[in-house]
Nanobody, 123 residues
Framework: VQLQASGGGQVQAGGSLRLSCTTS????????GAWYRQAPGKQRELVAR??????NYADFAMGRFTISRDPAANTVSLQMNDLKPDDTAVYYC???????????????????WGQGTLVTVSS
């Protein structure tokens, strides 16, 4: 299974972008979905995570970013509004996937990373 991330680009401060992450093949389910980001010279940090029980956000994302899951499409998206120059980073999706009903019965899941999509916010 590979993850395909899309939606990055360049936007002016105050603008919006929507990132999406989907699986390259059909899977049984996406257990959790998350977005991380890594700015130049900084460590990768969690932006938001979504599970079947709810979502949580980093402080900087609260009120501006919204993570959503589409279980039917095995897709996790991140709507980013009111973008700031500090949001400039490579954004990575991270999905915990149950590949098949066989894996489900064994209680097994696996974590996958997308290739990263660059978001650039200019002032």
């Amino acid at each position: 299974v590979q993850l395909q991330a899309s939606g990055g680009g360049q936007v002016q401060a105050g603008g919006s972008l929507r990132l999406s992450c989907t699986t390259s093949e059909s899977v049984y389910s996406v257990k959790t979905g998350a977005w991380y980001r890594q700015a130049p010279g900084k460590q990768r940090e969690l932006v938001a995570r979504a599970t079947a029980d709810g979502s949580n956000y980093a402080d900087f994302a609260m009120g501006r970013f919204t993570i959503s899951r589409d279980p039917a499409a095995n897709t996790v998206s991140l709507q980013m509004n009111d973008l700031k120059p500090d949001d400039t980073a490579v954004y990575y999706c991270n999905l915990e996937i149950i590949a098949s009903i066989y894996e489900r019965r064994l209680g097994r899941s696996k974590e996958y990373w997308g290739q990263g999509t660059l978001v650039t916010v200019s002032s």
